[in-house]
């Protein structure tokens, strides 16, 4: 056992490898694994019987200590081989070529994901909407890229730098709840005042609607269609329905719907005029024509 814990793997000019160096190296980084999985599980246990912290700054907290233990026990398995840290400056640098070639993108990517984090621009649980029209909730951001899960269950992973670099609507950053806006046109020579109250009522049927101070349902004419007179709802909605915005937009249309036939307001179909002039007036025209020839 003492020849083998002894024995020279790899001899690199002055540079010897010891069987015993590797089997260090190999321990300290599995060692490294489980510490940084059991810190994560640790803090997870301290947010639950806990509320020192709240969930969006103790998720910063268990990334940043495990890149912190990852780094610390690599350099830590690169010094157990028997290699002199200080002196790997000469392998930075080449590093250093290797990343401005290959690895640029993956290095952007991680400086961006930290910066989200301690920005906190973004958060877990918040709702985005990218410039692309995606819209989804913000599952966990890893080191490279944010993964995002969508209201139709579909995973979509966003490198970290397109969400620093592009326009990012986050639906939930300061406040949970937001108004949205319901158009709909009705038929003209209908009754305005009528109209306003079937739409408020309407509202008022969707249960997730909001009737706080400053925050009640209103009705706004926006204009004057080609077949309509154009209204829209505005409403505040709770928070646990601001993540549904396809189901807010049909709730609301179908008990307005409802109400419109309640008080029989008509909602229009496009209407054109087309004028037809007849066959015999047309030749008439072409006979007098001839005549003044």
């Given at each position: 056992?003492?020849?083998?814990w002894?024995?020279?793997?790899?001899?690199?000019?002055?540079?010897?490898?010891?069987?015993?160096?590797?089997v260090i190296?190999?321990?300290?980084?599995?060692?490294?694994?489980?510490?940084?999985?059991?810190?994560?599980?640790?803090?997870?246990?301290?947010?639950?019987?806990?509320a020192?912290?709240?969930?969006?700054?103790?998720?910063?907290?268990?990334?940043?200590?495990?890149?912190?233990?990852?780094?610390?026990?690599?350099?830590?398995?690169?010094?157990?081989?028997?290699?002199?840290?200080?002196?790997?400056?000469?392998?930075?640098?080449?590093?250093?070529?290797?990343?401005?070639?290959?690895?640029?993108g993956?290095?952007?990517?991680?400086?961006?994901?930290?910066?989200?984090?301690?920005?906190?621009?973004?958060?877990?649980?918040?709702?985005?909407?990218?410039d692309?029209g995606i819209?989804?909730?913000?599952?966990?951001?890893?080191?490279?890229?944010?993964l995002?899960?969508?209201?139709?269950?579909?995973?979509?992973?966003?490198?970290?730098?397109d969400?620093?670099?592009?326009?990012?609507?986050n639906?939930t950053l300061?406040?949970s709840?937001?108004?949205?806006?319901?158009p709909?046109?009705?038929?003209?020579?209908?009754?305005?005042?009528?109209?306003?109250?079937?739409?408020l009522e309407?509202?008022?049927?969707?249960?997730y609607?909001?009737?706080?101070?400053?925050?009640?349902?209103?009705?706004?004419?926006t204009?004057?269609?080609?077949?309509?007179?154009?209204?829209?709802?505005?409403?505040?909605?709770?928070?646990?329905?601001?993540k549904?915005?396809?189901a807010?937009?049909?709730?609301?249309?179908?008990?307005?719907?409802?109400?419109?036939r309640?008080?029989?307001?008509?909602?229009?179909?496009?209407?054109?005029?087309?004028?037809?002039?007849?066959?015999?007036?047309?030749?008439?025209?072409?006979?007098?024509?001839?005549?003044?020839?």
């Amino acid at each position: 056992m003492t020849e083998f814990w002894n024995y020279p793997l790899l001899n690199v000019g002055e540079y010897q490898l010891l069987a015993n160096q590797l089997v260090i190296c190999i321990t300290i980084i599995i060692l490294t694994f489980v510490i940084a999985s059991f810190v994560k599980k640790w803090f997870k246990y301290l947010a639950k019987t806990r509320a020192v912290l709240s969930h969006d700054q103790m998720y910063i907290i268990v990334r940043l200590a495990h890149y912190v233990i990852i780094v610390a026990g690599l350099l830590m398995a690169v010094a157990s081989l028997g290699i002199d840290i200080s002196k790997l400056a000469l392998i930075a640098s080449a590093l250093g070529i290797g990343i401005g070639l290959g690895l640029q993108g993956i290095v952007n990517n991680f400086v961006s994901g930290v910066a989200i984090m301690l920005e906190r621009s973004l958060k877990v649980g918040d709702f985005i909407e990218l410039d692309t029209g995606i819209t989804g909730e913000v599952m966990e951001i890893h080191m490279r890229a944010t993964l995002i899960r969508t209201n139709d269950n579909v995973d979509i992973l966003i490198p970290n730098a397109d969400l620093t670099n592009s326009n990012v609507i986050n639906w939930t950053l300061e406040e949970s709840i937001r108004r949205f806006r319901i158009p709909v046109g009705v038929a003209y020579g209908s009754d305005k005042d009528l109209v306003k109250q079937a739409m408020l009522e309407a509202a008022a049927v969707v249960p997730y609607t909001l009737t706080l101070k400053g925050k009640e349902p209103i009705v706004w004419m926006t204009g004057f269609g080609d077949s309509s007179l154009d209204f829209t709802l505005g409403v505040w909605v709770t928070a646990d329905q601001v993540k549904r915005p396809t189901a807010i937009m049909s709730d609301y249309l179908w008990a307005i719907d409802d109400a419109f036939r309640k008080y029989k307001i008509e909602i229009p179909f496009p209407q054109r005029d087309l004028h037809l002039r007849s066959l015999a007036t047309k030749v008439t025209d072409e006979v007098r024509t001839l005549k003044e020839h």
